[in-house]
């Protein structure tokens, strides 16, 4: 507990601690409007596409710096997006396997490059393979600002554009109707979602930053049927999430940031599905019970009228 | 001679997961086979931490074990309305997330590390390390996988026409009386034991690239199924192949080199492909115009 | 009622093709069919009709046990579904399929045969040769080795058919078989429907299209969640029973100039 406060109060960790808290803010937030589009597992595409994109951009400019890596993966995942896309259209193939394809296809690609680094003469390669399973602790000051930058932007285009995106979520033939430029939205949120999983890459990791796009938005979606609300308590677990797990995995020697940010993500989602109203476990037993009561006294009733019919009869 | 044993090993794993992986694009299930080779991870751990060695048949209870519970878990969370993909994420990220964590903490009792996990640790060791510890242990890997090969082919065979129809149509499947639930648990347990077999040689992440990819290279050769599992375990030993040749001469991962070599063997078949390479395709509208 | 007649009618009952009392099926607190109970008998043609949700599609697949229901019983000639699924045939919607899969229009119509041959046993040369005069009475033995993919809807329609045909049963479901198909496809399938209704077979067919209710069926059952008439077409297919069952949604009845007791079927 002691080594918890004493972190808290060096102004490195309160960066860190900040900078991930945001980034599970934004996840979350961005998150939602993945989940609504049936796109939760594109994140982990895009995740796992970045790391050639990642590779390739410290093997042409030798330097390590966030903004350079964000350029990288970002071509990357469009580039997976596109394939993606391509692959559907131009094949029999449906989306879970075009998916699959692109997700191993460039991870392998990525693992290649990454032992070509390791094995070779790069310099200061070390802790580029930190990307796979995330380093919070291990973060420098000037990444955790870009970081931090990064995710308020994002959270404050998603609160701008909110009624756009809520429609083309729900409805893109009636966005078109009413003139929308839905293409050019739906390409933003992708881009948005890009951008949360290359900001989260460096905090989580590779592997496991998809669950910060979907856990914490499949969590808010037991509380709520309102998408105002889901967006604001999905953003807040995701900062919770993020805000734990940096605190933990930094007081345990050896422990990566992302595998116990993802687990309190995981924790919440469980409090979730337990006692969410309407939706949770609890809530719908108790909502099966009344209907079976309901449905046995209807026939009951019909039959104590039948039965009444018959002897009047 | 570790040639030998590479090659045989990385066939064997094609071949497994080559089969497999025709049932898992036909199905549509290709999502939940990535879900299935991540989250078996915290049952090898488990595992290992259990018998403090590496006792081959405890691994492959416990991924067992872990397979059918991500199944049942996903099927569960699906049931309760939440959306398939959205299941599929939660339920292999935290578990997959379980196992790094154990990993983490008791690296050293599990002789494995994080990037053991992605690409097997025979990669992660160079060449010699692999030829010195290869007598011992690239047999046992190679027993481990020719047993589940052999599983594979004879549940496969036995019960080939429950799965064909419960791929195709399994409305029909379950209004004639076959148990669909049981075929698909049955699917899903033969993958994560395809998925703990491959996992010494190509690591629980890249396995999914061997379960996929040649599989969906398979589909645009051929119309029919039978052809469809003999070309995919076909491709995937190709992949294997040419991937560990190029791995040698670049000195980089294996695992990593296999799934890129399939990733090229797609691209070909996606452009070629007799009946449905685009390149094909826009050829055989040039000539009618 | 004495004992003498219960014992007669239960005797009636048991041999009826199908008997369904009060099935109810719910979806979350929303009830999609609410107490139905009817009973069809040997030889019948019955058309389900009904508005969009109104739980025909339901109905059929809580019949089958495809999907679960909170309250009711389905009988097959007596005795509980499960038990007889030899004797019966189901042809779902054709969009349930995915037409890209690897394998030819026997191979389809072989997979009809999947019931009767147990877990172990793979389909023989008699299998064959049944299914291939399954596809000949459907019009599309000419088409046995074709890829699925290939096959027009109304072919793909037909192949459906002739596996359910292969399913050699005594009691049919349909589900929409009439939806998206040809002209030449339509005769097909009402020739079809004839020809099992003159071999004794019973068959279920949820249909959507009112004009042709009259030429196709020889029995009702009219569905809106609840069952709202269930009988023979000439006294239930009736312009109160439709405007009950549609809820004023049939604008065009009031224009209609027929006789005010049925629905003329090529004229509205």
């Given at each position: ?313 | ?289 | ?153 109304g072919q793909q329609q037909r192949v459906f058919l002739a596996r359910a045909l292969a399913q050699d049963a005594k009691l049919y479901f349909m ?94």
């Amino acid at each position: 507990m002691d080594k918890i406060w004493s972190m808290l109060t060096d102004p490195n960790m309160q960066w860190i601690f900040l900078g991930c808290t945001l980034l599970g803010l934004s996840s979350g937030v961005i998150g939602c409007f993945s989940y609504l589009r049936k796109q939760s597992l594109m994140g982990d595409t895009l995740a796992h596409a970045a790391l050639p994109g990642i590779c390739i951009a410290f093997m042409l400019t030798g330097i390590k710096s966030i903004g350079l890596f964000l350029v990288g993966a970002g071509l990357a995942g469009v580039v997976a997006t596109f394939g993606i896309g391509y692959i559907t259209r131009h094949s029999k193939l449906k989306q879970d396997a075009a998916m699959g394809i692109v997700l191993s296809g460039f991870f392998g690609l990525g693992i290649v490059l990454l032992t070509l680094i390791q094995h070779g003469d790069y310099g200061n390669q070390a802790g580029l393979d930190k990307f796979l399973f995330g380093q919070a602790a291990s973060m420098i000051g000037s990444d955790v600002i870009t970081m931090s930058i990064v995710c308020l932007a994002l959270i404050t285009i998603c609160t701008l554009l909110f009624k756009q995106f809520k429609i083309i979520s729900f409805d893109p033939g009636f966005a078109r109707g009413i003139g929308y430029p839905v293409a050019l939205l739906e390409q933003l949120l992708m881009l948005l979602m890009v951008v949360a999983v290359v900001a989260g890459i460096q905090a989580v990791g590779v592997v496991l930053v998809a669950a910060l796009l979907i856990t914490p938005a499949v969590s808010a979606r037991y509380w709520t049927d309102r998408l105002s609300l889901m967006v604001v308590l999905s953003g807040l677990f995701g900062a919770l999430s993020g805000g734990i797990g940096t605190l933990i995995s930094a007081s345990v020697s050896n422990l990566p940031t992302g595998p116990v940010t993802v687990l309190a993500a995981t924790l919440l989602f469980f409090v979730s599905i337990l006692f969410g109203p309407q939706r949770g476990l609890l809530a719908k037993r108790i909502a099966r019970k009344q209907v079976k009561l309901r449905y046995s006294r209807e026939m009951e009733h019909r039959i104590h009228d039948s039965k009444k019919k018959e002897a009047a009869l | 001679m570790s040639d030998f044993w590479i090659l045989l090993t990385g066939a064997l794993v094609a071949s497994c997961c080559g089969i497999l992986g025709v049932f898992l694009v036909l199905r549509k299930m290709a999502m939940i086979g990535d879900a299935i080779s991540h989250s078996v991870m915290p049952g090898i751990v488990i595992a290992f931490l259990l018998s403090g060695s590496r006792d081959s048949m405890l691994m492959m209870f416990a991924a067992l074990a872990f397979g059918l519970l991500t199944t049942f878990l996903i099927q569960m969370f699906q049931n309760s309305g939440i959306q398939a993909d959205a299941s599929i994420g939660v339920v292999f990220t935290s578990l997959f997330a379980v196992g790094v964590v154990l990993v983490s903490l008791y690296a050293r009792q599990v002789h494995l590390d994080q990037d053991a996990i992605l690409y097997g640790e025979i990669a992660y060791v160079h060449w010699n390390i692999w030829t010195l510890g290869g007598v011992n242990m690239g047999p046992k890997a190679v027993w481990l996988l020719g047993f589940t090969l052999l599983v594979i082919v004879a549940v496969i065979s036995v019960f080939y026409k429950q799965f064909k129809l419960c791929a195709f149509d399994s409305a029909l499947a379950a209004a004639i009386g076959i148990p669909v639930a049981l075929f698909h648990y049955l699917l899903m347990g033969l993958v994560s034991m395809a998925t703990v077999s491959s996992f010494e040689s190509v690591g629980a992440i890249l396995v999914v690239g061997l379960l996929i990819i040649p599989a969906s290279t398979a589909y645009l050769l051929t119309d029919r199924l039978g052809v469809m599992i003999v070309l995919s375990v076909a491709v995937g030993v190709a992949s294997t192949f040419i991937g560990y040749g190029a791995a040698v001469m670049l000195d980089a991962s294996i695992a990593g080199c296999m799934v890129c070599a399939a990733s090229v063997l797609f691209i070909v078949a996606f452009l070629f492909s007799p009946s449905q390479g685009i390149v094909i395709k826009k050829l055989r509208l040039r000539q009618l115009a | 009622m004495s004992l003498t007649n219960t014992v007669k009618t239960r005797n009636i009952e048991a041999a009826a093709p199908l008997t369904i009392s009060g099935l109810s099926v719910a979806y979350q607190k929303k009830p999609v069919l609410r107490n139905v109970t009817f009973k069809v008998n040997e030889g019948e043609l019955v058309g389900v009709i009904g508005p969009n949700g109104a739980g025909k599609s339901t109905l059929m697949k809580a019949a089958l046990g495809l999907i679960p229901s909170i309250g009711g019983e389905v009988l097959v000639y007596g005795k509980p579904y499960k038990q007889q699924r030899k004797m019966i045939g189901y042809v779902p919607q054709r969009e349930s399929v995915d037409w890209d899969f690897p394998t030819n229009a026997l191979d389809v119509v072989l997979m009809g045969r999947y019931g009767h041959l147990g877990w172990f046993r793979r389909p023989g040369a008699k299998d064959k040769a049944m299914a291939l005069e399954c596809l000949n009475k459907v019009g599309m033995a000419d088409f046995a080795g074709r890829q699925i993919s290939q096959l027009s809807g109304g072919q793909q329609q037909r192949v459906f058919l002739a596996r359910a045909l292969a399913q050699d049963a005594k009691l049919y479901f349909m589900d929409e078989p009439f939806a998206g198909v040809d002209a030449a496809t339509e005769k097909a399938i009402i020739t079809l429907l004839q020809e099992l209704k003159l071999q004794g077979k019973t068959v279920i067919v949820v249909h959507h299209d009112l004009a042709t209710v009259q030429d196709y069926f020889d029995t009702v059952l009219l569905l809106n969640v609840e069952l709202q008439a269930f009988g023979p077409t000439a006294e239930t297919f009736t312009q109160e029973q439709l405007q009950r069952t549609y809820g004023g949604r049939l604008a065009f009845l009031d224009r209609s100039m027929q006789p005010p007791s049925s629905i003329g079927g090529k004229g509205v």
